[in-house]
């Protein structure tokens, strides 16, 4: 299982991620791994057919923060 905690900016995190994902206790958005991929609905290009992974987006321009995180 791999945590990204509310606070941190990627993939996992970001409202436009369509990848599997739940929120723990903390809080966190958890996947099973830093690569799982989901397409982005912010339409942010990727080179990979699967999406982009859980652990990117650190700088995208596009991110927005998954409201379930709130």
Do not use: E
Not at 7 to 12: D, H, M, S, W
Not at 18 to 35: D, P
Request: aromatic residues 12%; proline residues 1%.
């Amino acid at each position: 299982m791999w945590t990204a905690s509310q606070n941190t900016k990627c993939c996992a995190t970001c409202a436009n991620w369509g990848g599997n994902r739940t929120i723990n206790y903390a809080k966190a958005a958890q996947t099973n791994s830093q690569n799982d991929q989901g397409k982005c609905y912010a339409g942010v290009f990727t080179s990979s057919s699967a999406g982009h992974f859980a652990c990117s987006g650190t700088y995208c321009p596009k991110f927005q923060k998954w409201s379930a995180l709130s």
